[in-house]
């Protein structure tokens, strides 16, 4: 029942704590350190609503007990209950299994930390020559009755071309060196909605229409090199290619 416009604090609604680990396995949280753990699979089913909100609720008892704690949430995804529905998932907190491809310039794709939290960016703000790179993903396969759905997380600083995302179903790294010479599909993404210097979340990107064994999305970066060169830094993160059970809603400007 918790309503955003009603519940200046959210404890205010009514909320059911939901077991996200199981104590003495893997997944149960350590005291300390960095590394990524993952979470229990937690079931949905039983609270299916057409409006429904998950929370993080932090507390602390305050840094003069010295309980406080860092913490950190990562490639949070809610999908069917069929496991196969997940397709890919990738953090991008480092580049491989993905293809970082330089076809001109001096700018590459790299890890960055940017706001909070690392991903694969590339900055040719102050590059003179012109750049295009490519992130290509691990290949993945689609059917043709599949209903492919893209999510994925962006951060820009700057001015200048925002990268193009794109899907191939022929791209072959052996072959096409340079990934232009494959058969490319942009999928229409409006990255200017993208707010700057922080990390926008973009959901629900349709690839239906699109199939094949070898399937790949990617992301291309270009820049405007010369004396006065027009260049963004830019960064994606938290990739998810999942089946929908429909498919997402059209969205227009229409009125």
Do not use: M
Request: hydrophobic letters at 40%; aromatic letters at 12%.
């Amino acid at each position: 029942d918790y309503d955003p416009a009603v519940h200046a604090d959210p404890a205010d609604a009514r909320w059911t704590a939901l077991p996200f680990f199981t104590e003495g396995t893997e997944n149960e949280p350590t005291s300390s350190g960095w590394d990524a753990q993952f979470s229990d699979t937690v079931d949905l089913a039983p609270y299916k609503s057409d409006r429904l909100y998950i929370g993080f609720h932090y507390v602390s008892a305050g840094p003069a007990s010295g309980e406080g704690a860092v913490w950190r949430i990562d490639d949070f995804v809610v999908s069917d209950s069929d496991p196969e529905a997940i397709i890919l998932t990738s953090s991008l907190d480092e580049i491989e299994p993905w293809t970082a491809v330089d076809v001109s310039g001096n700018d590459e794709w790299s890890v960055f930390f940017l706001d909070d939290r690392d991903g694969v960016a590339i900055d040719g703000t102050f590059a003179q020559v012109g750049n295009e790179d490519w992130l290509i993903s691990p290949s993945f396969e689609l059917g043709s009755e599949d209903i492919p759905v893209f999510n994925f997380d962006y951060y820009t600083e700057g001015a200048g071309p925002h990268i193009t995302v794109q899907v191939s179903s022929d791209y072959d790294a052996a072959v096409h060196t340079n990934p232009s010479t494959a058969t490319w599909t942009p999928i229409a993404v409006d990255l200017a909605e993208a707010a700057s210097d922080v990390w926008t979340s973009f959901s629900g990107i349709s690839l239906f229409g699109i199939s094949g064994e070898k399937v790949h999305v990617a992301f291309k970066y270009t820049n405007l090199g010369g004396e006065v060169p027009v260049g963004r830094l830019l960064a994606v993160s938290n990739v998810c290619v999942f089946k929908a059970v429909e498919a997402p809603a059209l969205k227009t400007g229409l009125t």
